[in-house]
Every structure is written in C-alpha cells, then in structure tokens.
C-alpha cells in the first residue's frame, strides 16, 4: 500500500513536469522575431548598462539576418521596444539608451558610410514605435500613453527627439486643460503625462529656451480650480476646513506640480539627480533629431445608449474620478518626498509597477523589491549584507518603508481604490514573504503610525480599509501582533475612533478565524469584558424563544417542529394565522400581535438554518412561499402587496436574532433582498430607522459603520440590478439589429447588397423580450432612484433636519471643539463619523447621484432648515458630489 | 499585459477528471465560469469563514456577489473534507479570486482557487476510497486540519496496530515465558536435547510490552 501511494505520487509529479516542460517546448519553438523581441524585452537581466552594446549589436545581427531572408525586422523590434516601455516602465531610461546606439552607423560601416543615406536602424525603430504611440492615443490608452512620454521624453535628453516638438507634445496635452467640461480623469491624466514628461526632458528644454512655464502654469491653474472636490477626498478629516493640502497626505497632480516648480528654481539642474540617464555616457548625437509629428488628443467617446429613466433622467453611469490624496506615514529622512522631484519619480515609478503588475502579485512583489536596481545609486539604503556604501546625502532611504507606504496609499485612495483592497493586501503579504526580516517592521511601523493617525481625523471610510487590511495580513501571519502597547487606550470614550478600531480589527479577525484562536492572542488587560475589545462571548445567534420562561416560548417550539418536519409552506402559514388568533386572545397591554407573530416565524426559520450559510439557504428556499406571505403583511388569504411595516419587521427579527454576528445581518439581508422578500429600499429605511439600535446608537441620531455596510449592501443591489438590466436591454438590442440585417441580407441576396447598410434604421417591432427587458429597466431605475432618496432623505434627519436639528452636528463641525476632541463624548464621535459617513455617501455614489441631482434635491434638500454652519457644510459637500461647485 | 509575466487568472491544470465534455468545450466553460474550487481547506473551516475571505472580490455594484457555497463532504461521514464550491454571480469576480485570493491563507492554510466547470449533484462529496478527498487518500504528512495522517495511512496505522496487537495475545509471564536465545556451544550429543531452546534465568527481568511501543514510535517519526 505504502508502495502504491509512493507510485501515485510519482505519477502525479510527473504529470507537472510534462505540464511545464511542455511550456518550455513550446518556448524552443520561439520564431526569430520572437527571440528577437524577448530579448529586448529581457534587457538589464544583470546589469542592463553593460548589457547595452552588446544587446545593439545582437539586434543589428538579427536584422541583417532578417534582411537578408526577406525582410528587416523593424516590426518586431519594435514590438519589443513598445512591450517593454509599456510594460516595464522602470527600464524606460534604458530602451532610450539603447535606441541611442542604434541610431550610431554599424561598425563595419563606419569607414565607408553608407552613401545611399538610408536612415540607421534607430531611427527606422522611432518612426515606427511613433505610429505604435498613435494607436495608443486612438484608444486613450493613458498608462500606455504616459509611459511613451516619458519614453520620449528620455529620447529627447539623448538627442534623438526634436526638443521643440516634444515641447508641442506636451502643449496638446496641456490643451486637455482648457477643453470645456473636461472630466477630472481626463485632465489628470493628461497632465501628469505633461508633467512627468516636462520633468525628464526639462534641461534641454530649458536650454533651448522653451516656455516650460506655460507647461507648469497651465498644470497648476487647473489643479487650482478643483480646490473644492479636493477637500471631500482627503483620507484626514478636517470638516472646518477648505484647505487642499493637509498634514499627513499629498495629491497627486499637486506633487507633480510641487515637483515642476522645484526643478524650475534651478534650471532643471535636479532632473540628472532624480531619473537614470545611462545615455548621456554616449558620445553626442550629431544628426538631425527625429520631429515629432503633431497631435490633438482625441475626445473621449461615451457610447450612449440612450437608455433614460421614466423621467427622462439619464440613467448612464459615468465613473468620476477624483483627485487622488497619498496618505503619508514616514519622514522625509525614511521615505522620499513626493513632493520633490526625486520623490515624486521615485512614487511614480513604484505605481506604475503596481498598476501594470496587476495581473501577477508575486512577480509584482519581486519586482518592487528588485526596483532599486533600476534607480541611481545610494537612492535607497543598501540591502542588509550588502557592500556597505557611503550614503548619498539627502537619500538614502528605506525602500520597504517605501513600498509598504505607497502601497498602503494606494488603498486608502477615496473614494476608491484603482484596484480592489484585496489585490494590494495581498500583494503586501507577498512582499513580506519574499523578505519577512526587512519589509515586517515597515508594516508594523506603519500599523502604528496609522493607528495613531486615528485620533487626527483619520477618514471613517480609510479606517475601515486599514482594520481590513490588519486583519486580512494578520490572518496571513498568523495573528500575530503585540496588542499590549494599545491596552492604555480602552479608557478612551468607547467611540474614540481608536476603540472602534481595535473592536472592528478583532472582530474581522474572528471572523476569519474563530473566537478562541483571537482571544488567546490579547493580553489579559484586553480580554475582559469591562475592556470591551472582544465580544463578550463566541459569536453566535440569539433566539428569542430558547428559555422556555420567556414569552411565547410554546408557540415558538410548535413552529420550529413544523419547519424541522418540513411542513408544506401553506400549512405553516395557516398555522400562523391560528397562532395569530391565539396569541391576540392572551396578549396583555399593547402588542402588536402581527409583528411578535413575524418575529417567531422569521427566527424560527433562520433557527432551523443557523448551521452554515448553505444550511440557511436552503431553509430559506425551502420556504420562500412562507416569507412572500409574511412580507406581504398578510394571512393565509395576502396575496402579495405591499406592506413596509411588515418587511420592517421582516428585518427586525433577523437583525435580533443574529445581532451577536453583526455580518451575519448583512449576508441575510443580502440573500433577502436577492430573493426579493425585501427590497432595497425597505434596507435602506431600515438601516436609519434601527440599524443604530442594534450597535448601541448613542445620543439623536448618529450612524456608524455597521449601518453602512446595511446601507451600501442595498445601494449597489439596487445598482446592481440596473447595471444588469442595461447590459440586458443593450444585448436584447443588438440581437434584434442583428435578427434585421440577416433579414435585409436576406431579402437583398439577389441583388448587391450594400454592407454598409445600417439595420437600425427600422427598428422593427421590439420582442415581447425586449419590451420585458425595458419594462424591468424602467422598475429597476425607479427603485435605484428610491434608494437614494431615501439615504440622503435619512442624512438629512440624522444631521440638518428642519424643526428637529442634531445639535451636536453644527458642533463638532467646528475648528474650536474639534481641537477639544481630546474631550469628546460618545455622542460627539458618533456625530462626527455620521458627518463622515455622509461625505462617504456623497463621494462614493457620485455618479448615481449626478443622474437625479434634481429630484432628490427637490425631496430632501427642501427639508432642511435656514443656513447655519451644519447646513451650509451638508449643501456643500452635496453640491461637490453633485459636481455643482465648480 | 501577458508579454511580461503570466497573469495567476490564466487556467491552471486543474480539472475535473470525471468531467464529461472535452477539453475544447471545457475550456470554453471555464472561459465563462462563475464557479471556483476551493482547495486545501482545513477541515474544521466554515462556510462563514469561507463567505468572509472570498467577498472581499466581490462586485455587487455590477451585480456580483457570493451566489452559494458548497461545502465538500467526505462521502461515508458527511464531515467537511477540505475543499468547497464557491459560486459566483459574475465571471470577473471568479477571475479576482485567481489573482488576489489563491495563495494566500485561510484559517492559517495556504488556499488554492481554480475555475470549475460548475457544481454537478454529487459533485460536493470526496472522490477517495475512503470517502474524503483523493488527495487525503494517499497522503504520507501529519496534517492536523485535515485530519491528521492520510486516509491510507491511517488504515494502515490501524492495521499496524491491530498486527501489533494480536502479535503477542499470547505472550505468557512466569518462568520460561521469555526465550534465552541459546547458550554457548557445546559438545553434541551430551544429555541435553540441542533442538530444545536453552533459556538463560537473567532474561525474565524484560518486560516485553516495552519493545512494540517503541517500534510503533518509530513506524510514526517515519511517516
């Protein structure tokens, strides 16, 4: 046996190894165009200066060998350059260098040139890499576009771009500046391209007496004129404050400008200091530069599909983008200033890596660690074990503080992150496996400088990532952190934002592990109860009817034992109604008989279902008649209808019965809102009227983060539903084009058919399918209005409110008390997250927001009272979400 | 972007092997799946803990989310045996999973995602003889989350065991009950019987349970 398994085993290995080698196979099959690409692509393997000439003359070879069996091999070396400058943006400075030696006459020829004045192999690789930069500006391919920028940009340093043009390169891209309501995205992009391309090629520019100013002043009028959407994304919290920079975070495009400006003090001086010219070794280039052919950058296409609301709102959602604020957690001494020019590069280029290493955490992980390779020397401090080296004063720093801190930036960008929290948690986990002895105290610094960030007005929604990403990383090592130094903070006020974090941080962990395992890894100080860090015991549900002291402890077990016995659904219902009946006999004082009835048949049926997520499915499926006949309010005759006290009650029970697993409450309410026992609306109203009651709400009204994972779960169902039912329309749309051009196809076979012939014309008759499809779209867009309406209806009764105002929400809004937060209450914080949670609101649903600006403003704003500092800060932020502040 | 390294959301080799279509078809399934297979869970990992990690990919903006899960069962115990369907309701979200989940831990295990071609009825159960996964069948490690050694070792510790145990059912105490091994050499044909075993009256002092144990201790730092 033991024989058996060790053969099995084998076998499998083997399997493997034939999997990869057939990879390796496939690879020795390469065509010479493929060797040629990928070994432009491999540049700087070892060293990539010294790898240079070497790397010109093999390219030079396998051209002449290309030539000579038929054609040159242009194309694919230049698909290695536009891989590699696309793809690898850390070896930019390199490719231009090696475009540089191939722009020299090959060697045998150097005594006798060539007479016939063909252009060099370089210059024939530029005029084609320019058409390859071309196609990327058809598609507003932006990364792609930036990347051959800069790569540009290097070309002109070298001598092989016309400075003149590439400065009328950066001009059309300035230009996206002044287009008349030019998105954010756009125009952000535009610049940065600019601007870092402004940053490579200044010293020549600024030799040949260029307007760089023009450049600079254009970049930073515009950044100047989004002062406002500026201060809704700022990850630290200043509600008294309208000002664009802040303490402990700098934005992006203003870290460009910053940059610029310090370069332009001396003359570009700072640019060989800040990005690798291996280039400029080479001996000048003598011949004339390649120009640049001029460009407009094209206008960004919207496919419109013309679908709109009843009302004839646009319903199209169209993803703002916001400037981006960097959250800084180490000195200038220990990461680089971004808002120097070395710094800004040095960021730059690690989000790039980021960006374009997506697809593949662990090689990302490599590659950020491997990135000093690629910066001049004694930019970072030497690895430990390393030749000790002389410290380049100024520099220096620490490259894992780096990465882990610009990482961390780009989660906590508002308000959302480019890629989902996940990619870059466990891109961090990945990092730290590779080098656990130097990148793990970067992220325990940072965890700390974060956590203390907490007390600053660190933004809700940023505090939320970061105890995700905490727990997440702790899961992956093992739970392992010294808890002990925050025990001192459990005399905080019990929303202290430091509190709420270290009870959000246990609780996520528990959640990916189970309560034991966390406990044991607290001190003593934090376990007890009084210390409120931990629940106070296992997570678990809590069914109203298990003492059989407890009222309706009877009838609750009589139903159990139907649902247990899998009972027809219509057969519970009436033995509900009879319940009803019996219950309204006995009851004393006011109960309301429906809602008790609803609260045991709801925990019953999640009772029975408690086991797992699937247990609860199926008990749930099993008896979704059951629920139809209880949302609907009724008894054995409700036929459906409509009925919001009953689905609140609905809720209600659900959110009793597993308020000890509070996300247990939100995949329920998911799954409900899924099989539509509620909808998301009904959600929504819950999660103002009682979601606050569940945490312990404290003071008027003050909303936290429990109530907007309810309220976000319900805000994208209901855009959800949209988005599908659009894409649905949009399909159904196209296959009844298609259906009509087979037809004319059809009809016309016998004569010349005109291919251009557009079908849409005769719309024909719409499919019964399409006609559902609209209708269900048109449902759909009523109830995604109705669901923000409903939350900006409910901010409006937790924060400004007419006749009813929160009066602690003009307080804590103002600079005095929040410099006195020191003293802040409990109802003080929890005011102040409800502001916070607002903003989140405003920001994060932009987009749904700006299509019904009107209707919910002429809803909700009305009922707001007369102007003060609450009202005027609620109207503001509304009016910057709503894009009518600029 | 795939010039440069391999995306971790390209198809891997795993596959079911029971799966009835051919390989075209079933690359063209996966290319669209929502589903993944979720393997090297620890036995004792819930669907909560499961739910947890795998919603951090969801989208429901775009109308994703977790549209199921399914819990692996060893066939025989109806216990969890270490692996789980989770269904999607977009194929992107399965994608995310690929790349950022895959790989990392769950319950303090390395986890391995794969596209699946989709649930099946029956398909929630292990496939190895002795009810659990294939995998766990012929597993030579102690792995405490999956249930310590391997299914195949374990009958075989058992077995061993049991041999061990009946070996010496019969053993005896008293005098004679332990063999000498035979004395020195002597002169044929004196009065003793040679065939006869010679016992030697020190070696009754052994104790003779003390001697399987320590081959057993043995038998378990081999495995």
Redesign the interface.
Known sequence: ??H???G??RKQYR??DD?DSHDRRRDTFDTPEQKLRKTI?NLGEVDPVQELPRLASDIRAANEAATAAGGPAIPAITEGFR?GVT??PFKIPYYAALLRLLHDPPAEAEENPPTDGSPTLGKQVLEDFWKGFQTFLDKLAWREIRLCIQFFAHCTMAGLVSSQTMFELFRSFTAVLQEFGVSHGRAMKAALSAAEGLMIAGPIMSKSGADVTEIITAISDYSESMTGSKNIVQPVVRLHEQSSTIEHADELLDSAIAALYVLKSSDFAQTADSFPQPYVEYPEFGSPPFELPSVLVPPEVIELDGLTTEAGEDAQVKKEEWPAYFVRLFDNDVTPDPTTPSGYAIRSAILDILD????????CARLLLEYPKWTLHGTFKPRPGAPEQEPVPEKNWQLENSIIEITLGSIFLLPESTY????Y??LI?EICKLSPQTVGPAVGKSIRKLYTLLSDGLDVEVAHRFA?WFS?HM??F?FAWVWKEWAPDVSLSARHPKRRFVRKALE?EI????FDRILKTLPEAMQTPEAQCMPEEAPGPEYDYDDPSKPYHDAAQSLLSLLRGRTKAEDVVSHLDSLKNSISETAEGNVNVSTVVRNIAVQSLLHIGNR???HF?NAIERYLPLLRNIASGGGAGATGGSNLEARLDILNAVANYWKRVR??VV?VF?KLM?YQIVDPPDVVSWAFAYGGALTGAVGKSTFDSFQWDVLK?AL??A???V??ARKKVTALRKEADDTAARAIATEGAAMEVDAEAKPDVMHASESPALTNALKAFATLTREQKAVLARTLDGFVGYLVAEGDANPTAAEVIAEKSWHNRINWNEVQWGTWETWCWFRHFCRAYSPYLRNYTQSLEEASLTKIGPSDPAVDLFKKTWNIATGQDV | ?????????QPS?YKDSQARVDRSKQNELLARSSTLYIGNLSFYT????I???FS??TS??????IK????GLDRNTRTPCGFCFVEYYTHAEAL?CL???S??????RIIRCDLDLGYREGRQFGRGKSGGQVRD??R?DYDPGRGGW?A??Q??EIERRREVEERYADAQDGPGAVAGGGGDWKEAGTADNPLKRARSPDDQGDSERAAPRARMDDDHARM
């Open positions: 046996m033991n058996h398994g060790g099995h085993r399997g493997a999997y692509i891989i793809e690898q374009v290493f997506e697809v593949n955490r662990k090689e989902r929290s996940i990619y948690i466990a986990t995700e997440v899961s992956n093992g996520y959640r990916l592990s189970y797992s997520f699937s499915l996300n247990m995949i998911d899924q779960g994208d169902k855009n959800g539903r988005t599908i | 972007m795939a010039h440069v390294v391999t995306p971790l959301d080799n819930t669907e909560e803990q739910y947890e990690i951090k990919c429901p903006e775009e109308g994703g989310g199921r899960i399914i819990m995310a790349r950022y989940v790989g990392t831990k769950l319950d303090e069948e012929h030579q391997g195949q070792a009958r075989l």
